[in-house]
Nanobody, 121 residues
Framework: QVQLVESGGGLVQAGGSLRLSCAAS????????VGWFRQRPGEERDFVSF???????HYADSMKGRLTISRDNAKNTVYLQMNSLKPEDTAVYYC???????????????WGQGTQVTVSS
């Protein structure tokens, strides 16, 4: 069993930045990929970014250039730095773990409870 806990969400003005954290327990963290997804009200949960166990990263085109994903295996934590935030980035952001990094939700077998990000105009 794996527990994932997101933190770092909040209210920010357009153009601002936030750093989300995903703290993991219950698994050999360094051996697994971690992905971030987001869900806007009334919409599907969409891919944002992932980082593989070896540090390979991938970003959604809609946010490329504004995100940096990183991991600290000593702290069992993955970070998502989000810059130049826009009102359309408002969503609940979820982290999830998988054996391999993927843009596909069903590949991920454990999920956190989500953290709300709200960007005001």
């Amino acid at each position: 069993q794996v527990q994932l806990v997101e933190s770092g969400g909040g209210l920010v003005q357009a153009g601002g930045s936030l750093r989300l954290s995903c703290a993991a327990s219950g698994r050999t963290f360094s051996s697994y990929a971690v992905g971030w997804f987001r869900q806007r009200p009334g919409e599907e949960r969409d891919f944002v970014s992932f980082i593989s166990s070896s540090g390979i990263t991938h970003y959604a085109d809609s946010m490329k250039g504004r995100l940096t994903i990183s991991r600290d295996n000593a702290k069992n934590t993955v970070y998502l730095q989000m810059n130049s935030l826009k009102p359309e980035d408002t969503a609940v952001y979820y982290c999830a773990s998988a054996r391999v990094g993927s843009t596909v939700k069903r590949v991920y077998d454990f999920w956190g409870q989500g953290t709300q990000v709200t960007v005001s105009s």
